[in-house]
């Protein structure tokens, strides 16, 4: 599966949109990226994920480039319980192992 | 969503004695589940893939006689920590596989070995 790269921190202001990036320069064509996040102390949970368009559902906005070599997601309207750290992995859908691989992601920390 | 448990929520053991972690998926039948560790300020880190009826598959350098996984139903993967010492003291999660795409994570068990 192909690496990611994140910035190790972001900080956002309480109501403001967070855009947190990712590179995935080596990501192959059959591979998404997917994002998932993890409050301290708990399981991650799964955010969103795409192969190559835009995608939206309650929680965020997932938009990735046309080149499929970065993407960003967007939390709308940030509140303070979305500190976490937000984790971007890239895998192949249905894939043979179906693992999972977690690099350092980015720890969003959201200011009242 | 898909819901996975687990059990204990935290435990603590003294050096020498094993300890057994529960995960289990509430709403659906999962045939592989993972398990994963994460020491603190680090990422989740891959110990091993459960398959139900069959042997785990461990990453490299995960001892698999010291972490034993069993996966005897559909619902249910075991992982054991032999012969538990300090260094084993960690945060472990599983998930599991809710149809061939998605995983959904259990809430961790934290593991204090003193």
């Known amino acids: 599966d192909a690496k990611t790269t994140q910035p190790p921190s972001m900080d956002c202001a309480e109501g403001r949109a967070a855009n947190l990036p990712c590179n995935h320069s080596?990501?192959?064509?059959?591979?998404?990226v997917y994002w998932y996040r993890q409050i301290h102390s708990q399981g991650p949970q799964y955010i969103i994920h795409?192969?190559?368009n835009n995608e939206t559902n309650e929680m965020a906005s997932l938009i990735i480039t046309e080149d499929r070599k970065s993407s960003t997601l967007i939390l709308p309207h940030a509140t303070l319980r979305d500190t976490a750290v937000y984790y971007c992995?890239?895998?192949?859908?249905?894939?043979?192992?179906?693992?999972?691989?977690f690099g350092t992601g980015t720890l969003l920390a959201v200011q009242p | 969503g898909a819901v996975v448990s687990q059990h204990p929520s935290w435990v603590i053991c003294k050096s020498g004695t094993s300890v057994k972690i529960e995960c289990r998926s509430l709403?659906?039948?999962?045939?592989?589940m993972f398990w994963y560790r994460q020491f603190p300020k680090q990422s989740l880190m891959l110990m091993a893939t459960?398959?139900?009826?069959?042997?785990?598959?461990?990453e490299q350098g995960v001892e698999k006689d010291k972490f034993l996984i069993n996966h005897a139903s559909l619902t249910l993967s075991t992982l054991t920590v032999t012969s538990a010492h300090p260094e084993d003291s960690s945060f472990y999660i599983c998930?599991?596989?809710?149809?061939?795409?998605?995983?959904?994570f259990g809430p961790g068990t934290r593991l204090t070995v003193t």
């Open positions: 998930s599991a596989l809710a149809d061939y795409y998605e995983q959904y």
């Open positions: 080596t990501i192959s064509g059959n591979e998404y």
């Open positions: 795409g192969l190559k």
């Open positions: 992995i890239v895998r192949a859908y249905g894939g043979a192992t179906n693992k999972l691989i």
């Open positions: 709403d659906f039948q999962a045939t592989t």
């Open positions: 459960s398959n139900e009826g069959s042997k785990a598959t461990y």
